[in-house]
């Protein structure tokens, strides 16, 4: 049996992916989502059904009936037997990321040439935007 080492966790490389400018201070949690990146996708917590069904009758459309019907039937029967997938975050983690969704006056960037996380008042962001747009530089 192999015995696997502990990580350790340097904290100053940590701080340098997540930048914060913005006015809010974030939790732990916050952090640790935010230090997923912005390529980690979260596992759906529900069947997107509606969407599939939606999908599948506007395909039919161009079917014959007997056709439509078979195509009906055998996504019925896929989607019964369908089960979600393996929750990869923890409910701290799911809360934080709802929390940080929340956040409606901060923007949550991915940093220029680096790989790091960029926190910043929206405010702040638009007018640099706009300050870049009137400028011609960018």
């Known amino acids: 049996m192999k015995i696997k080492r502990p990580v350790s966790f340097n904290e100053e490389k940590d701080k ?7 006015d809010k201070t ?10 997923l990146g912005f390529k980690f996708s979260p596992a759906p917590t529900k ?3 509606i969407d ?4 599948v009758e506007i395909g039919t459309k161009f079917l014959s ?3 439509a019907n078979g195509l009906r039937g055998r996504v019925c ?18 809360k934080a990321l709802s ?6 006056d901060v923007a949550i960037l991915p940093a220029y040439k ?4 960029v926190l910043m008042n929206k405010e702040e962001y638009h007018s640099k935007l706009t300050q870049l747009i009137q400028s011609g530089t960018y």
């Open 77 to 94: 029967d896929i989607l019964r037997k369908s089960k979600l997938p393996q929750d990869n975050l923890s409910k701290q983690q799911r």
């Open 114 to 117: 680096v790989r790091a996380t």
């Open 16 to 22: 340098k992916w997540d930048i914060n400018l913005s």
């Open 99 to 104: 929390e940080l969704k929340r956040m409606s």
């Open 65 to 67: 009936e007997v056709k």
């Open 52 to 55: 599939t069904v939606t999908a």
């Open 47 to 49: 069947l997107p059904l």
């Open 26 to 35: 974030l939790t732990e949690s916050q952090e640790g989502v935010l230090k």
